[in-house]
């Protein structure tokens, strides 16, 4: 089936033509800057990193963050598609994954209870503890995702 | 720059760069890193205020300048690193010496954000619309900031112009 992928029409495009694949890497590097930007920003609130932003007003990150998600979802299966049995294999591709699917589940967690509850939270303060420590481990598997795609390259 | 590149060639620093197999990656993954704090933390800046979000607090939005520095900083010293560990390969790279002229432009746009929209940024409503002068700051530094994290990803694709 990789074999198979690796001979489509947008496999070829990304791994053969002149601006297929640096035209997928730099719209992949937006994407991240968009989805992971966002997403520290919001996580490093409500870890009390950072102060003064209203918990409630942080939803309206939401669909700015998503779409750079899904900006690096596309990218991201066009670069796939162009080496699918080597992406496959590698350790750090499958780690990077899973660390993303991961943090799309902390986001929509926390911005179920930042919809519910951000309004009844005192602004001043922490938030609730345990959405202090999905956003910690949100931040975490972000900057695991970071590590392990770029370790793609090397291992 | 050919003075530059034999000065650095060779030199301790550029030793140390290259003398670990590790020290590439781990500089690139800071790199990219410090690129998530300085893009994301300006975004939410920026973007509220060229007047979008406004249910956030427009003068709150100058605490996330401390994650503007860290991420600049962070990419500053291993930028510097990358020039350090190959020099002719980025001093020969045109995509290189734009993505230099556009932090440039940034850093002069910063310096414009100092001056004219800071002293008077804590008299702003909190959630109302945005003067034209900070509209144009804050899409200026949108546009170089992006541009420069789109230079640096095709400097391995940029020809030596």
């Known amino acids: 089936m990789f074999e198979w992928l690796e001979t489509t029409p947008p496999a070829i ?3 053969e033509s002149l601006w297929g694949y640096p035209i997928m890497l730099g719209c992949h590097a937006v994407g991240l800057a968009i989805v992971v930007g966002i997403f520290l920003m919001r996580d490093l609130r409500l870890i009390g990193l950072v102060q003064g932003i209203s918990y409630e007003s942080l939803d309206s990150l939401r669909n700015l963050a998503w779409t750079g998600f899904v900006i690096n979802a596309v990218s991201g299966c066009f670069l796939f598609t162009s080496q699918a049995t080597v992406f496959i294999e590698s350790t750090p591709f499958l780690l990077k994954i899973s660390m ?3 943090a799309a589940i902390c986001a929509a967690i926390i911005q ?5 509850a951000a309004s009844q939270w005192d602004s001043t303060g922490a938030v609730a503890g345990s959405v202090r420590t999905i956003a910690m ?3 975490a598997l972000w900057i695991g995702a970071i590590i392990s795609g770029r370790l793609v390259a090397y291992l | 720059m050919e003075a530059f590149v034999t000065a650095v060639e060779g030199s301790a620093i550029n030793e140390w760069v290259l003398g670990s197999a590790w020290a590439w990656p781990i500089m690139e993954i800071f790199h990219f890193l410090g690129l998530s704090l300085l893009l994301g933390s300006l975004l939410v800046i920026d973007l509220r205020m060229a007047g979008y979000f406004r249910q956030i607090n427009v ?3 100058h605490k996330l300048l401390p994650w503007v520095f860290i991420g600049f900083g962070v990419n500053l010293i291993t930028g510097f690193l990358f ?3 190959d020099p002719a390969r980025y001093t020969a790279n045109i995509g290189f010496w734009w993505k230099m002229f556009l932090v440039l432009i940034a850093g002069l746009n910063a310096l414009w954000f100092w001056i004219k929209i800071n002293p008077v940024m804590p008299s702003w409503e909190p959630h109302a619309d945005t003067p034209g002068l900070a509209k144009v700051i804050a899409w200026v530094s949108l546009g170089t900031w992006f541009g420069v994290l789109l230079l640096g990803r095709l400097i391995p694709y940029i020809g030596t112009g």
Do not use: E, Q
């Not at chain 1, 179920?112 to 519910?116: A, E, P, Q, S």
């Open chain 1, 112 to 116: 179920n209870k930042l919809r519910d």
């Open chain 1, 100 to 102: 993303i699917f991961l």
């Open chain 2, 59 to 61: 003068v709150a939005t």
């Open chain 2, 83 to 85: 020039l350090m560990g």
């Open chain 1, 137 to 139: 481990a949100s931040t």
């Open chain 1, 13 to 15: 495009w990304v791994g």
